[in-house]
């Protein structure tokens, strides 16, 4: 749009020289090298932001598998629990996360996302639910899929829709090099939604990412993932704090969640199991009704 604008305009001038007194000497080469000079601008911009977004992009951790113990807080209306667990992940695979009772360790509640589906289990209530990512709504909504998903957790970039970003995509990104403070914000819009990574300006790691979704029917939804205590994990940095913030009008009513995991520390370990095996004793129902249950803990 900006080689348009430019081009135009410079026509617009050589028109109305030539329809002027006759007197001026024109002179076609001063208009090639102006717009030559803007587009040459232009480029240099262009690859100063793609520069940018593969710093960030090699900021991703190359380990296939992350482990840790948790402390995980869930902070919903007057609701403020904190409790222990774990986190379990292999890339392209799953993401697992465990709570226990506090002191006893016991298990109360589990989440696990593979590519094919979501499964949350309500340990003491023996129930649980196992749906593909279009059956739960939130996830619906914005577009979410395990992809994404995984990649908000590893503290990555991502393109909805992509089960992977490779070095050819991440032209699609654009940057604000005007942006004040200390991070760059990356953005990326899709239909109705909006994605922004905030990047630290001099080494290039996300500190937060920012989903916006409007719709005219479910109205406005957005997520809010924060990274903090960044420690070394093999050549790179790992946030060992991270809080995300969902807010949604999707009911007619603001409902607002936030949720922030500590890690204690972080091993690579493999030896475990990638699926969670439901017992016949569990009963199946609807995500909404295991969330009452898991909210009324």
Not at 90 to 104: C, E, S, T
Request: aromatic share 10%; glycine share 6%.
């Amino acid at each position: 749009m900006k080689k348009i604008v430019a081009i135009t305009l410079s026509l617009t001038s050589l028109l109305l020289i030539s329809c002027g007194t006759g007197k001026n000497v024109t002179n076609p080469g001063s208009t090639q090298t102006v717009t030559t000079a803007k587009n040459q601008g232009a480029d240099a911009v262009a690859k100063q932001k793609l520069t940018f977004v593969q710093k960030v992009y090699d900021n991703a951790a190359y380990q296939q598998n992350l482990v840790s113990k948790i402390s995980f807080t869930l902070v919903a209306g007057s609701k403020d629990i904190t409790v222990p667990g774990s986190l379990h992940m292999r890339k392209d695979d799953v993401i697992r996360l465990q709570l226990f009772v506090p002191l006893i360790g016991s298990e109360v509640g589990r989440l696990e996302f593979t590519k094919d589906y979501v499964l949350i289990m309500d340990r003491i209530h023996k129930q649980y639910v196992k749906a593909d990512y279009n059956q739960v709504d939130f996830l619906k909504r914005n577009g979410i899929n395990f992809a994404s998903l995984q990649a908000l957790f590893w503290n990555q970039l991502f393109i909805p829709g992509a089960q992977k970003v490779g070095e050819t995509q991440l032209k699609e990104y654009d940057v604000n090099l005007a942006a004040t403070g200390t991070d760059y914000p990356i953005s990326l819009e899709q239909k109705n939604m909006t994605f922004v990574w905030n990047a630290d300006k001099g080494s290039g790691q996300i500190n937060s990412a920012d989903i916006t979704y409007n719709s005219k029917e479910h109205g406005k939804s957005s997520l809010n993932w924060k990274y903090s205590d960044f420690r070394a994990f093999g050549s790179k940095k790992f946030p060992y704090q991270e809080t995300f913030d969902i807010s949604s009008n999707a009911t007619g009513k603001n409902k607002k969640i936030q949720v922030s995991i500590e890690l204690n520390k972080i091993t690579t370990d493999s030896d475990w199991e990638t699926r969670t095996n439901v017992s016949s004793k569990y009963q199946q129902v609807d995500v909404e009704s295991l969330l009452k249950q898991l909210m009324n803990l």
